[in-house]
């Protein structure tokens, strides 16, 4: 190798350098097109570096990075995969085979199909005396809260685990059992966003430790629960967002020594779908990377299928997906593998400031048990859960199998499991509307003009728009005139058609059609076409398809419509 060659410095470009090549490659489009606002109101850049981050963080960069890793613990991502059994001898042998296949937290929801008698509860003591738990209960009632009195005396402070509840547990003589939650699920299920969660994590915080006689008392039992969705950068710097907070909170208290506080975390049901189920799988292992990359201690993967009963292949893949993660990834041989991250860091440092800020605001109206009172809380979650049911119904957000790429074939299961039926799922809409769609037995087509390759392109579109809801539209050959258009409107059996041509046959075609087209057939125009819409709609055109319209919200008025005109 010539001296030359070992001399050669690569230079190193700046922040305008990439904007220029943007700029140019965007070809006319203005370089803030590739800025986007989260569902948090966060504004994420299309190139971060580390000069930018500088500028933005300054001191505070080194002081949240350092933070997060001194705030890790040692035992990170606990596989905890959640039993499902309807009977007492089927939850007992799934739970020594989830033992023996990998599963290092026997994890419950107390909500089963058996009771919970004496001695279930004897058998299930035996358990907890030697292996750690999460179990999730009702209230301070809840029976399955017993299994802690037929646990021995000398054994009770050896025992360790979690109790998910909302509100704190009061659990006397096992000082490794944490009983006192911030329980951030609830809220996620209802549309919350990741600074909300972040803020009301602190606020129940906030609220539970006056109910203690320290703060070290209160930081033995306290810990918390996120949902981890879909949004796989977002939820990161959730995970490593609640260390600053944490370390900002407890400095309120006086505390300078690092308190760790165990972070028990999910995959999110909110992104699940009854449709194409096999998707779910995908998002699950999606969002448990994300715990994992997150610093999560504990994490569940919920079976693809949970939404309506599990099976044990279904079980066995979900605990699978996290003995991969945590087995094959390597990840877990760096502490904070995001840490540097200018993106990552940037998202986190915007979350700590945005969650503080409105925990203060919580915390000025009188706590969370006033700021829910007043209806601030439900208020600003709905906004956040529109804005996502939005997205997702715009396309904004994909939901594969569901609101793209849809799969008319799959069979819709009706029944959904009581323990999740309440939870806001972005797909709940699509599955409410391709139910009675079906059972409707709505026929519709698609009247091509032009030629297949002219035409292609919007029928294709209109085809995958109706798939969403389980409609599968008969589709015509490319009409290359009038008469042939009308004869084949005239001879379907569809009483919905979504004309599909390029906008040069489209503006030939229509009026002529419109004008002799059968008076029980439903016509929309795929495109959007501003000049002729006022004398279209005039003419008896019903309205039109195109990219970015709310599917759901156009969907349900093309059914009504058809359903009057059936009358």
Do not use: C
């Amino acid at each position: 190798m010539s001296n030359n060659m070992k001399n050669i410095e690569f230079e190193k470009p700046a922040y305008s350098d990439w904007q220029d090549a943007a700029i140019k490659a965007l070809k006319g489009k203005p370089f803030e097109s590739l800025f986007t606002k989260t569902n948090e109101g966060v504004t994420l850049q299309p190139i971060y570096t580390q000069e930018s981050l500088v500028a933005k963080l300054g001191d505070e960069l080194d002081r949240q990075v350092a933070t997060i890793r001194s705030l890790q613990n040692s035992q990170a991502f606990q596989v905890a995969q959640q039993i499902h059994a309807d009977t007492s001898e089927a939850f007992f042998a799934q739970l020594d085979d989830s033992l023996a296949r990998g599963n290092e937290v026997i994890t419950i929801d107390s909500r089963v199909n058996f009771d919970w008698t004496e001695d279930i509860l004897v058998k299930l003591a035996s358990y907890f005396s030697e292996y750690s738990f999460k179990i999730t209960i009702k209230d301070t009632k809840d029976p399955l809260l017993t299994v802690f009195d037929k646990i021995a005396l000398d054994q009770r402070e050896a025992v360790k685990g979690f109790i998910v509840s909302n509100e704190p547990i009061s659990l006397h003589a096992f000082p490794r059992v944490r009983s006192v939650g911030a329980n951030t699920v609830l809220y996620h299920n209802e549309g919350a966003n990741a600074v909300q969660e972040l803020a009301y994590a602190l606020a129940l915080a906030a609220k539970f430790v006056e109910q203690e006689e320290s703060f070290e008392a209160f930081s033995k039992k306290f810990f918390v629960s996120f949902a981890v969705d879909t949004q796989f950068f977002t939820e990161i710097a959730k995970l490593r967002a609640f260390k600053v907070l944490w370390k900002a909170f407890s400095s309120a208290y006086d505390v300078t020594e690092n308190v760790k506080i165990p972070t028990v975390a999910e995959t999110s049901l909110r992104s699940f779908s009854k449709l194409d189920v096999y998707v779910n799988l995908l998002r699950s292992s999606n969002e448990a990377l994300s715990g994992l990359i997150g610093g999560a201690d504990l994490f569940t993967v919920h079976p693809h299928d949970v939404l309506t009963k599990p099976t044990e292949q279904s079980v066995r893949i979900a605990r699978n997906v996290s003995l991969i993660l945590k087995e094959e990834t390597n990840v877990l041989k760096v502490i904070d593998p995001a840490g540097g991250s200018y993106f990552i860091e940037s998202l986190t440092a915007d979350f700590v400031k945005e969650a503080w800020a409105l925990f203060l605001e919580i915390e000025a109206a009188g706590g969370i048990d006033e700021y829910t009172a007043s209806g601030k809380l439900a208020e600003e979650v709905e906004k956040s859960y529109q804005s996502r049911i939005h997205a997702a119904h715009t396309r904004k957000q994909s939901l594969i199998g569901t609101n793209i790429y849809a799969n008319p074939a799959d069979a819709l299961e009706s029944e959904t499991n009581p323990l999740f039926a309440s939870i806001k799922r972005s797909a709940i809409p699509f599955e409410k509307l391709r139910a009675e769609m079906t059972a409707a037995d709505v026929k519709t087509g698609i009247l091509a003009l032009g030629t297949l390759k002219s035409s292609k392109p919007r029928a294709d579109f209109i085809a995958g728009f109706l798939n969403t809801v389980g409609l599968v539209p008969e589709k015509s050959e490319p009409a290359a005139t009038v008469e042939e258009a009308i004869a084949w409107l005239k001879a379907t059996e569809a009483k919905y058609v979504v004309i599909a041509g390029n906008d040069e046959d489209t503006k030939e075609f229509v009026h002529a059609i419109l004008a002799d087209k059968p008076a029980g057939v439903l016509v929309d125009v795929a495109g959007k076409f501003k000049d002729e819409e006022e004398a279209w709609l005039a003419n008896g055109l019903n309205g039109f398809i195109f990219a970015g319209q709310n599917i759901i919200e156009k969907l349900q008025s093309v059914f009504a419509s058809i359903k009057e005109v059936q009358r």
